[in-house]
């Protein structure tokens, strides 16, 4: 059955969203994660545009849901439209930087980085929530490249690490 915007709202299709995989073509590929409640609506088509993002929606596709992965980064996309937007005229934009998707580590990883940076979250967060706020937090620490990234290759080439060295001391102490 068509809505009146022109996609299929599932209704012909009896297995019903919970059967069904995403509606998306991500950089041109089918996504194969199983599609969620969200749709693939005009507002949603207008973010994935303005953004540049990758997606489109397959023409064989006989709904117009989208999986938890995919919703959760057009939400990170607008949210960090929003902030953009609200910055101040002080010339520091985080299109220069690469953007880490937090999204795809698991929950156990995300709650540790939240015990860890004392970041608070309400009781009830989805994974979607969790990653979203701890990208808000992520992206307030500040770094020193030059610095992190000279400690990195040392620790890389010398194979070793703080928690390694933590650990040895630990055993050598017992």
Do not use: W
């Not at 005229?89 to 940076?117: A, H, I, W």
Request: net charge positive.
């Amino acid at each position: 059955m068509m809505n009146n915007n022109g996609f299929s709202t599932g209704e012909e299709d009896s297995r019903g969203p919970a059967d069904q995989i995403c509606c998306l073509l991500d950089d041109g590929e089918r996504c194969r994660k199983q599609a969620g409640n969200a749709s693939y609506s005009k507002r949603i088509q207008k973010t994935v545009t303005q953004r540049r993002l990758k997606l489109s929606i397959d023409s064989h596709a006989r709904h117009i849901y989208i999986c938890d992965f995919h919703k959760a980064r057009i939400q990170c996309a607008r949210t960090k439209r929003r902030r953009r937007d609200s910055e101040d005229d002080s010339n520091e934009t985080d299109t220069d930087l690469p953007e880490v998707d937090l999204y795809q580590l698991q929950v156990n990883t995300l709650r540790r980085y939240k015990r860890f940076y004392k970041v608070s979250t309400r009781p009830s967060s989805n994974k979607a929530q969790l990653s979203e706020t701890i990208m808000k937090h992520f992206k307030t620490i500040p770094i020193k490249e030059k610095e992190i990234l000279t400690y990195f290759i040392y620790m890389v080439k010398s194979n070793s690490n703080k928690l390694d060295q933590k650990n040895n001391a630990n055993t050598e102490a017992t």
